[in-house]
């Protein structure tokens, strides 16, 4: 018997839910949550906006209430979940618009947010409006795009759109070319960066081959991304120059 998109839907946050709870604490650092951004964008594309604030929410509080953490559960991913599927939704279907709406949404507003609660509801002193803005945009870069790369796997193999109708959600055109695929490369050098940045800063390790890595790193990636985009487009041209000249005959 086959399972109506409301049960679907269902089933499905409660996966997202269970994941974030589980897997988010073993993925964190003081004031970043890569695994929580991963699973907003996701919902965001799969779900919609209001799902993904729900799902965002609840994860927020199981792990407060269970593990002690604090108010940045929930504004460090409720603010991004919502904005993340009211982008993609606005942009008609385009994931960078929902990785966007996600840093935007956490990186900027929650993080200013968590300026006023973290002080005057949790009594935490030191901490500045744009205090947590360093942190939770990296956190956002790192959950962000690795959920725009597996989304854009989703997309080219026609699993997301197919997903999306089996969740009774709205579905656009989104099949991903060359420009997606060379982003995704784009996207690993950025992770990588930015958790080399993260694992010298947090072990204290200033030593200057960091940063000669990371930096090394970050140019490959968007350099290979670069010459990926141009040989693909280079192809797509030649096909359909063939393809005319077929027709042409």
Not at 13 to 23: D, K, P, Q, S
Not at 97 to 110: M, N, S
Not at 208 to 218: E, Q
Request: hydrophobic content about 55%.
């Amino acid at each position: 018997m086959r399972k109506s998109p409301k049960i679907f839907r269902l089933i499905v946050m409660a996966m997202m839910i269970a994941l974030g709870v589980v897997v988010s604490p073993i993925l964190r650092v003081e004031g970043m949550c890569p695994m929580a951004h991963f699973i907003n964008v996701v919902c965001a594309v799969l779900l919609g906006p209001w799902e993904s604030l729900i799902c965002a929410m609840l994860i927020g509080i199981i792990r407060m209430l269970t593990m002690g953490i604090p108010p940045l559960a929930l504004t460090g991913a409720v603010f991004g979940a919502f904005f993340s599927g009211m982008f993609y939704r606005f942009s008609k279907g385009k994931l960078l618009a929902a990785v966007f709406g996600e840093v935007f949404g956490t990186g900027i507003i929650g993080a200013v947010v968590s300026y006023p609660v973290m002080t005057f509801l949790w009594g935490k002193e030191g901490l500045s409006w744009l205090f947590y803005v360093p942190s939770f945009i990296c956190g956002t870069l790192i959950g962000g795009t690795v959920a725009f790369a597996f989304l854009t796997k989703l997309a080219s193999s026609g699993l997301l759109e197919r997903f999306q109708n089996q969740l009774g959600s709205e579905t656009y055109a989104a099949a991903s070319g060359a420009l997606g695929s060379s982003v995704s490369v784009a996207a690993i050098g950025v992770i990588s960066y930015v958790a080399v940045g993260i694992i010298s800063s947090v072990c204290n390790l200033e030593s200057t081959v960091f940063i000669y890595i990371a930096r090394g790193t970050l140019i490959v990636f968007i350099t290979a991304a670069v010459i990926h985009y141009c040989v693909n487009r280079i192809k797509a041209g030649k096909n359909n120059n063939d393809q005319k000249s077929e027709s042409s005959v």
